[in-house]
């Protein structure tokens, strides 16, 4: 024979119930008396209905509150038997966000019954959904508790990152650079290095991971520790080709398997500072802007495609000789994107927006592009990594 729903009678002073309770609950449901010798959150265990009568309306709402909220932290459902008179203590439950329904102290033992039934039938709904807001609480701590473990993470990959960024930029001879690197969250798929090869050599490169996260930071730290510069034998060195560095690259990513979404652009220079002649090789990057000290510009574009997609490909080089006052600008697209104006078209390039600025002292034309990204920021307008390296070869 199933088991009968438990009702649980809390009567004033635990006494007991009228005869309208009596027949009402009568052969129905189990129907068991509170004492006043075991606390009561131990007695509402397994209770499907509390039902509450107490008659001092002076005192009605000091003794219903520590009775409410003891059923409150139970599956149980309250049903609170008032005097007509009671509106006060009415509204409090009524206002009151839980389980609890009132009746008056008159009703009939059929409308009782009805009520009972109603409390009996709604209990079970009241367990199911205490178990998934517990659950749902559980899940919203255990998430939280990864977001934050993720979110440290993501700091530790972004200090580790910036770690393979070069510490100070070289000045050799009149060769001056500046850097703006700017992540789009914590780590970057952006990643440049600046460093000298000898006495008189410096190299440079800038590259730009497809995708953006920890795929896009991973790859750009394996680059950064692939890309040669030198040949070392015995005691002899010759310095690598920008474009047989980048096809070494891009058959050392090839080699490594990775997935389709694993692939980056770059481009590679290396700069003879006595002789100012720069050679570079691209791939599939942005071309550089080189101003010349009369104010005319042009791009350094050559032949090159995406690294890691296609093995044993070959990328082209190019020379060109810089003269003092001279003025080399890499980007990712990154800034293109970002300081494009809002109503500008899509067809406009990095060339169109930095012209105006593109004569200004190094540490203008950062701060300036810096402003401009600050403002396309705050309209929601940067959703890229933005790196952005000058050249600078100055004047006797």
């Not at 001092?56 to 007509?84: F, H, W, Y």
């Amino acid at each position: 024979m199933p088991q009968l729903p438990k009702i649980l009678w809390i009567g004033e002073g635990f006494g007991g119930p009228p005869p309208n309770v009596r027949q009402a609950v009568d052969g129905h449901w189990e129907f068991v008396h509170a004492s006043g010798a075991r606390p009561l959150a131990e007695q509402l265990k397994n209770v499907a209905v509390a039902m509450l009568r107490l008659n001092d309306s002076a005192g009605n709402v000091q003794k219903l509150q520590p009775l409410l909220d003891d059923i409150a932290r139970t599956d149980a459902v309250a049903l609170v038997i008032l005097p007509e008179h009671a509106r006060v203590v009415r509204r409090m439950i009524t206002d009151r966000r839980g389980p609890f329904l009132c009746i008056s102290e008159t009703a009939t033992a059929k409308e009782l019954a009805a009520r009972i039934e109603a409390a009996v039938e709604l209990q079970p709904a009241l367990r199911s959904l205490r178990d998934e807001l517990a659950a749902v609480r559980s899940q919203r701590l255990t998430t939280e508790h990864v977001l934050e473990e993720v979110d440290e993470q993501l700091k530790l990959a972004a200090r580790i990152q910036r770690d393979f960024l070069p510490r100070q930029l070289p000045e050799v001879g009149p060769v001056r650079f500046g850097v703006l690197y700017r992540p789009f969250s914590w780590v970057s798929g952006d990643i440049y290095d600046i460093a000298r090869l000898d006495e008189t050599r410096l190299y440079f490169y800038v590259a730009d991971a497809v995708g953006h996260g920890m795929p896009a930071a991973l790859l750009t730290m394996f680059i950064d520790r692939s890309l040669q510069s030198k040949r070392i034998t015995g005691r002899n060195y010759e310095i690598i080709p920008p474009g047989e560095s980048l096809a070494m690259l891009n058959t050392e990513m090839s080699n490594q398997n990775l997935s389709s979404s694993q692939f980056c652009t770059a481009v590679y220079g290396v700069l003879d500072t006595e002789t100012l002649r720069l050679t570079y090789a691209r791939a599939g990057h942005p071309p550089p802007i080189l101003r010349r000290a009369d104010g005319r510009i042009e791009q350094l574009d050559t032949p090159g495609t995406l690294l890691g997609v296609f093995p044993g490909v070959e990328f082209t080089e190019a020379t060109v000789q810089l003269e003092r006052g001279d003025r080399v600008l890499l980007f990712t697209d990154g800034a293109e994107e970002a300081l494009r104006p809002p109503t500008a078209s899509h067809d406009m390039i990095f060339l169109d927006v930095v012209r105006p600025w593109i004569g200004l002292e190094c540490v203008e034309l950062l701060k300036t592009v810096t402003d401009r990204l600050e403002r396309q920021h705050a309209h929601g307008l940067v959703d890229d990594d933005v790196t952005v390296i000058v050249l600078d070869v100055e004047n006797d």
